[in-house]
């Protein structure tokens, strides 16, 4: 599985993580948190960023200048690809909780959000699957507006301001069969009241993905009018030569037959 893996870089720290970094890392760096996506074209819609309010996180040096915030498994993947200065090992400053990260404000490359996107949490992530942190579209990924919905609804009881979880939804991709904003229009088509609804929160995923890849137009950005299809590899190799992006690739997952 080969992932973009997008560079977000914090701009301002929520209290609690700016206190656990505290002296950690030499003053004037930079750290970013890391997404894994899959999906690089629609970058353009990023409306905020999730962590596993749960999850365990590291901030791992990645030279004397740059740190990356990640699960611990996703960098001892990284160290073996090239990405840190120090081939094969790992190195943490520090140790940090998602929900301490939730309310940092971060600048997410190409969104159309420039004065930058909230951390918020998201009790789906998976903390085996790509980086452990995921970078939210909801306007095509059905899981991520259905998530957002749940924030804005809640938002005292997820200790956050509504206002974070409001940013406003852009049309990035244009579909045949679903319009310009796939992910809304397949929740409410699959009667999704809830990120727990995950059994049609999986078959709009499919769908969404079928559609936005193999019949949908971009809408905004360098590649306005292309299929996505076409647009892809072009908006992910302008995110490399800008230096906001990089190739992680998920190790293969061994299946382990009995007899070993
Ligand atoms: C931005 C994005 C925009 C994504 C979209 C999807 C869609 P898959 O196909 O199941 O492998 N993701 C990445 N890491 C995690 C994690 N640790 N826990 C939960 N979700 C994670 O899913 C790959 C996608 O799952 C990634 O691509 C990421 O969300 C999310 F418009 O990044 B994506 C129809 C989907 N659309």
């Known amino acids: ?3 973009t893996a997008l560079k977000l870089k914090v701009l301002e720290w929520a209290p609690k993580a700016a206190e656990a ?10 750290v970013f948190l890391v997404p ?3 999906r ?8 905020c960023c999730f962590v596993g309010p749960k ?11 740059n740190y990356f915030v990640i699960t611990e498994r996703a960098a001892r993947n990284m160290a073996y690809q090239g990405i840190f200065s120090k081939e094969g090992s790992i190195e943490k400053a520090a140790d940090l909780v998602g929900s301490d990260i939730v309310g940092t ?12 996107v909230r951390v918020l949490p998201m009790e789906t992530v998976l903390p085996t699957k790509g980086t452990g942190v995921v970078t939210s579209v909801p306007s095509d990924s059905p899981d991520d507006f259905a998530t957002v919905t749940e924030l804005a609804k809640k938002a005292d009881y997820y200790g956050i301001k509504k206002e974070w979880a409001e940013l406003e939804i852009y049309p990035i991709i244009e579909t045949p069969s679903y319009g310009d904003l796939c992910a809304p229009f ?6 999704i009241a809830s990120p727990k609804d995950t059994k049609q929160l999986e078959e709009a995923k499919e769908l969404a993905y079928k559609e936005g890849f193999y019949q949908g137009i971009i809408k905004v950005g360098d590649f ?20 906001e992006a990089f190739a992680y690739s998920e190790p293969e997952r061994k299946v382990v037959s009995r007899s070993g």
């Open 55 to 65: 999850l365990n996180y590291g901030l791992f040096k990645v030279d004397d200048n």
């Open 36 to 38: 894994a996506t899959l």
């Open 21 to 30: 970094i505290k002296g950690k890392i030499p003053d004037g760096a930079n």
């Open 224 to 243: 306005k009018g292309e299929k996505v299809e076409t647009a892809k590899p072009k908006v992910r190799a302008q995110l490399f030569e800008a230096g």
């Open 105 to 116: 404000l971060v600048n997410a490359p190409l969104s159309l959000h420039k004065e930058g």
């Open 40 to 47: 690089p074209e629609t970058m353009y819609g990023q409306t």
């Open 1 to 3: 599985q080969e992932y």
């Open 186 to 191: 397949l929740v409410k088509k699959l009667k």
